[in-house]
């Protein structure tokens, strides 16, 4: 019996794999999604937002991330979760023990992409949101602001991640 379990983990490896879609990424390397154009594809770089209530010049922290499959993520303490948008289309952001930054851009009001966030590998403590917060912003496409939050909406929807503003939050 164990012989035959053994041989269902490559072949459960295998069909994984293809259903991934056989692609390799680095660990911690966000890049945005194949149909997306990335400051490291056309070599420009990112420009930043134009719209009326700009997000250039403001920095955020996590309130939570909702899934839309019910599932809300809500980090124990904010301020390890944080998001700020440069003038010049640069991001920076803390996502627990690890630090990250890229390049974001906004083409319209409303819209919102990034491009591919480098971030350091840490290993971070158990409970931490880590992974879940970063996975979000290859699939930003656009965002609202409302009550002074900052709302980013997925692809297809798949997730809501609310911020708050760190200035207001620490009651300044």
């Known amino acids: 019996m164990i012989a035959a379990n053994q041989a269902i983990v490559p072949v459960l490896t295998l069909v994984l794999a293809l259903a991934a879609g ?15 154009t990335s400051q490291a594809d056309t ?18 922290r996590l309130v939570k991330i909702m899934s839309m499959d019910d599932t809300t993520y809500t980090p124990e303490d904010p301020s390890l979760y944080t998001l700020e948008f440069g003038n010049d289309g640069s991001m920076r952001l803390r996502a627990d023990c690890n630090r990250g ?20 590998q840490a290993q971070c403590p158990p409970g931490s949101l880590h992974d879940q917060y970063l996975a979000q912003f290859q ?10 939050h900052l709302f980013l909406a997925t692809m297809a929807d798949g997730s809501i991640v609310e911020f708050e503003p760190i200035a207001d939050a620490a009651g300044n």
Request: with cysteine; hydrophobic share 35%.
């Open 22 to 36: 056989c692609t390799r990424e680095e660990p911690r390397e966000l890049a945005a999604p194949p149909t997306a």
């Open 139 to 148: 699939w930003v496409r656009s965002y609202v602001t409302e009550g002074g």
């Open 43 to 60: 070599g420009a770089a990112a420009q930043p937002a134009t719209a009326t209530g700009s997000l250039a010049g403001t920095s955020w």
């Open 101 to 120: 930054t890229g390049s974001w851009s906004s083409e319209s009001p409303g819209q919102l992409q990034f491009g591919i966030i480098a971030a350091t």
